[in-house]
């Protein structure tokens, strides 16, 4: 099935000169497994170059509005361009419906899974932007998709991870540094399902779930700062 690339391009805001080269970022490495004389290659190549230019024009915008330290622009930047940032984004722009699959990836329900493939897409999109528009329109839409949401992340603090942040304000409220422990877990080595509780000397706050102990962690973190009202 042929997809609707000027409906895309509407969405994105951005006419391409090229729509080869918008298509070529839609391509997932599946695809090609069942369709061998596809005329296009992966986005893989194209993801690289967008993920270069995304890191580029953020760090450049962070650096020519705000005088923090580089520990703090750091942050920012991270907070803006991480895989889950990204895959919000590519979410709310329906990339996800012109994506090239296999038959076998595109009917995959396994949320992480789809989360990387739409991050990926997102940075592959990007490089086609670049490449097929230059610079100023690239960071028009990088300014109008994500650099957008730097206020509300400034203001929640999200930047500062659920862990690092729970740490910060048990000490400074309680003296107490938190600790985790791992309550259970299942599953096979490639997909194990962990839950960790976090406690506060030995009383259990709250729990979260996660594919390591590190997601788990992060989860039941950012649990138990709304349980605490300490966002």
């Not at 729509?19 to 090609?32: A, E, Q």
């Not at 259970?184 to 709250?206: A, C, Q, R």
């Amino acid at each position: 099935m042929e997809r609707n690339l000027e409906k895309l391009e509407e969405i994105l805001g951005v006419v391409f000169n090229n729509k080869n080269i918008l298509k070529n970022s839609l391509v997932h490495r599946s695809y090609l497994n069942e369709h061998k004389n596809f005329i296009l290659e992966h986005n893989e190549r194209l993801e690289f170059l967008g993920d270069a230019v995304l890191e580029l024009i953020v760090t450049d915008y962070l650096y020519q509005n705000y005088k923090e330290p580089e520990g703090v622009l750091t942050n920012w930047r991270s907070s803006l361009v991480n895989a889950k940032s990204l895959a919000i984004i590519s979410e709310k722009l329906k990339i996800y419906d012109y994506l090239y699959l296999s038959k076998g990836e595109s009917k995959d329900n396994n949320k992480k899974a789809r989360n990387y493939i739409l991050s990926n897409a997102l940075e592959a999109i990007i490089g086609a932007i670049y490449l097929d528009q230059g610079y100023k329109p690239t960071e028009k839409f990088i300014q109008s998709n994500l650099i957008i949401n730097l206020k509300k992340i400034i203001k929640d603090k999200s930047y500062i991870d659920s862990k690092s942040l729970f740490q910060e304000k048990s000490q400074e409220l309680l003296n107490i540094t938190p600790h985790y422990k791992v309550i259970s877990e299942s599953g096979p080595d490639h997909n194990k399902e962990f839950i960790v509780g976090i406690y506060i000397n030995k009383k259990l706050i709250t729990k979260g779930e996660g594919n390591s102990k590190q997601e788990a962690q992060t989860k039941a973190a950012s649990k138990a700062l709304k349980i605490k009202n300490w966002n």
